[in-house]
């Protein structure tokens, strides 16, 4: 079924691991912020997509460079 993707479930079955999933994500993401550099890759189409949640239609590259120092 096309509405069944649910991540970690939901109801008295919710997955136990769900804040403990989102907390890793958010770290690695701080990581990356805080280390390298972003630059969106050029000649990319940026149509966004809305379901199932909002991305862009044909992923986003990005080029990352590592900080000096």
Known sequence: ??????????????????????LEMELVIAELLRDYEWELVEGQELT???????RPKSGLRVRLRARGG
Not at 2 to 9: D, K, L, T
Not at 48 to 54: D, I, T
């Open 48 to 54: 966004v997509s809305f379901f199932p949640f909002p």
């Open 1 to 22: 079924h096309p509405f069944a993707w649910i991540p970690f479930g939901g109801g008295p079955r919710k997955c136990l691991g769900e804040h403990f999933a989102m």
